[in-house]
């Protein structure tokens, strides 16, 4: 009968050693069981697509000697844009040889809350340099190359982006398309790509909007694709 077969809880530890032998498992494999399920019930929990909303502000002040010294903050909402997940700050200094080619050396700090509510400090030193080219019929071709180091929680890596725009100036208007792919020495691998569509407008004198709606594809880390509105207002002087 079923009741001759149960076995009540105040068996002792050695018949509850027995019963599970007998069963052909071990008391560790009940550990590694847990484990496993709580592996996936975190996995689960982080949405493999999100919609955030990025938004930054920037004061730029130019100098004759074509230096240029810029302040920027942004926040970014995440999970729907449901809650504030990422605060930056930095400050800049710029070069422009021409009115092709332009360098530009940063710091910035970040503060991450990810989607399982962990904290992420980071520190940002990056170096990059940008070629624009005319191309005709009005078009403008960017290549900017940008080398980081990253400081995160105390953990040095390096990450390489290359950011491709092409743009148009129509009036005051500079719509453009643009693609970003990174390279990930954490990973030893491509692992990020992102898509742009944007424009650039003035508001006010000195006061400029750039607008753009952008797709990342994350190929190592949740969530795998985000589509994102972003928004940076930028003061120059």
């Not at 990422?86 to 360098?103: L, T």
């Not at 954490?186 to 790509?193: D, E, G, I, L, N």
């Amino acid at each position: 009968m079923l009741r001759d077969n149960a076995y009540p809880l105040s068996k002792t530890n050695n018949e509850q050693r027995i019963v599970c032998y007998s069963a052909g498992l071990r008391p560790y494999s009940f550990i590694f069981l847990a484990w496993l399920l709580a592996g996936v019930c975190v996995a689960q929990s982080v949405p493999a697509r999100d919609t955030q909303l990025w938004t930054e502000y920037s004061l730029t002040k130019h100098f004759e000697n074509r230096f240029a010294i810029t302040g920027q903050t942004s926040l970014r909402f995440w999970d729907g844009i449901s809650r504030l997940a990422e605060e930056h700050a930095g400050a800049g200094v710029s070069y422009a040889a021409n009115s092709h080619f332009a360098f530009s050396t940063w710091y910035r700090f970040l503060r991450q809350v990810n989607e399982l509510d962990r904290l992420q400090h980071e520190h940002r030193v990056w170096l990059e340099g940008t070629a624009r080219l005319p191309i005709g019929a009005g078009f403008g071709l960017s290549d900017r190359n940008r080398l980081e180091w990253r400081v995160l929680n105390g953990t040095l890596s390096e990450r390489y982006r290359n950011y491709i725009r092409l743009d148009h100036a129509i009036h005051q208007v500079t719509p453009y398309l643009a693609w970003e792919i990174f390279y990930d020495t954490r990973f030893h691998a491509w692992t990020k790509q992102r898509e742009y569509i944007g424009a650039r407008f003035p508001l006010r004198r000195h006061l400029w909007l750039d607008t753009s709606f952008l797709h990342t594809d994350d190929h190592f880390s949740r969530p795998f694709g985000n589509n994102t509105i972003a928004t940076a207002f930028r003061f120059d002087y």
